[in-house]
């Protein structure tokens, strides 16, 4: 089983930042990957980005390239979402998931799920 916690989220003015934290717990093989995706109300949960455990690379989804950054701390189990210029557009749920399969952009693709933590950007 793998265990993974969000943190991080809050209320920020629009043009503001903030950084999510997941941290992740359990079997390592069974998360080769990680991802970070959104879901607001009414719409369907939204790939964001996604890094792999062990080389750092990164896939991003188009609405947040060069606006979010994802990274990786491998001593502390820990991946990070960075995001700058928020819009209220930015406003929802985000959600941390682990892969065993690898850098996919699809939520099939990711067995395990944290808890969610809200995101909300005034304007």
């Known amino acids: 089983q793998v265990q993974l916690v969000e943190s991080g989220g809050g209320l920020v003015q629009a043009g503001g930042s903030l950084r999510l934290s997941c941290a992740a717990s359990?079997?390592?093989?069974?998360?080769?990957?990680m991802g970070w995706f959104r879901q607001a109300p009414g719409k369907e949960r939204e790939f964001l980005a996604t890094?792999?455990?062990?080389?750092?690379?990164?896939k991003y989804a188009d609405s947040v390239k060069g606006r979010f950054t994802i990274s990786r701390d491998s001593a502390k189990n820990t991946v990070y979402l960075l995001m700058n210029s928020l819009k209220p557009e930015d406003t929802a749920v985000y959600y941390c998931?682990?892969?065993?399969?690898?850098?996919?952009?699809?939520?099939?693709?990711?067995?395990?799920w944290g808890q969610g933590t809200q995101v909300t950007v005034s304007s």
């Open positions: 998931a682990a892969s065993s399969y690898g850098l996919f952009t699809i939520t099939r693709a990711y067995e395990y």
């Open positions: 359990g079997r390592a093989f069974s998360r080769n990957a």
């Open positions: 890094i792999s455990w062990s080389s750092g690379s990164t």
